[in-house]
């Protein structure tokens, strides 16, 4: 059973599908607008902290694409960062399970202002798929207030940068 399963992928390939070709003038374009508008809100780029509250791990992998050779924000100076003290975003995925709660708390206390937090993902909006669960307390916002949400489920990673963009520039005429 096994064998004949084999012997048909290697025969026919697997089955998924290609992936989508990244517009990389847009993504340039887009990188660069957000680039400025940090320097401009902070005076330096703009450091993003990555907090898993629960999720399934769909939209780490897109949040993760940012760093690839696709997107790679670090040339424009945009960078993920290992401590919430050194943050100024918080992308926050997935639903907030009753044992992450406080520890997002904590973290969000721990960032110093002016913190942005987005809820990354249809979970962390609402609690997606899993609202209702004994171990979900629900989305971002029944833990710390959430300035962006980016929908999808995962959102993409020019979602994700666009959201970040919006965040910036809408922050930046405050």
Not at 77 to 84: C, D, I, M, Q, Y
Request: net charge neutral; hydrophobic share 45%.
């Amino acid at each position: 059973m096994v064998w004949r399963h084999i012997a048909r992928t290697l025969r026919h390939g697997p089955l998924t599908l290609p992936a989508v070709p990244a517009d990389e003038a847009a993504t340039q374009a887009l990188a660069e607008r957000l680039h400025a508008t940090s320097q401009r809100l902070l005076g330096r780029s703009l450091s993003i902290r990555q907090v898993d509250a629960g999720s399934c791990n769909g939209c780490e992998l897109e949040i993760q694409m940012l760093n690839s050779i696709v997107y790679d924000l670090e040339r424009f100076g945009l960078r993920f960062v290992a401590s919430p003290r050194h943050a100024d975003v918080l992308l926050v995925t997935g639903p907030i399970t009753k044992n992450m709660h406080e520890a997002l708390v904590r973290t969000w206390n721990a960032a110093p202002d002016p913190k942005f937090v987005v809820a990354v993902g249809d979970c962390a909006i609402d609690g997606g798929v899993f609202k209702g669960s004994y171990a979900i307390t629900g989305g971002v916002d029944s833990a710390v207030p959430v300035d962006l949400v980016v929908r999808g489920c995962p959102p993409t990673p020019a979602a994700l940068l666009d959201g970040l963009r919006i965040l910036i520039e809408a922050n930046a005429r405050a």
